[in-house]
């Protein structure tokens, strides 16, 4: 038996999603964020949840992956709350 090794994109390509829609279990502060200059949430984020949109940092829950890295590293307290997604909600992490 051969075992196939995929690339990240390809491992998280087979998680699957259940997005809490219009309830987030992350929140963020724009206001916080405008004065936010390193912005590491953007560079860290593996999902790429953090973007930069017109110089703003813009957010979307969908795609979290719930690693927790944004909470960790916000300095600025932009992330106003941080929790796991309700049961049955949020990601399912697959490998095959
Ligand atoms: S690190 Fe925190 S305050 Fe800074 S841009 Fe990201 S979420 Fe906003
Ligand atoms: S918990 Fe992880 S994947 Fe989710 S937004 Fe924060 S850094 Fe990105």
Not at 49 to 77: N, P
Not at 79 to 90: E, H, I, K, L, N
Request: glycine share 8%.
């Amino acid at each position: 038996m051969s075992i196939k090794r995929l690339s990240p994109e390809e491992l998280l390509g087979l998680d699957r999603f259940n997005v809490d829609e219009g309830n987030p279990h992350i929140i963020v502060e724009k206001a916080r964020c405008a004065v936010c200059a390193p912005r590491p949430c953007v560079t860290v984020c593996p999902a790429r949840c953090y973007r930069l949109k017109d110089g703003q940092v813009a957010f979307d829950y969908a795609g979290c992956l719930e690693c927790g890295t944004c909470r960790v590293v916000c300095k600025d307290k932009g992330v106003t709350s941080w929790t796991y997604p309700r049961a049955s909600f949020g990601i399912t992490f697959r490998c095959s």
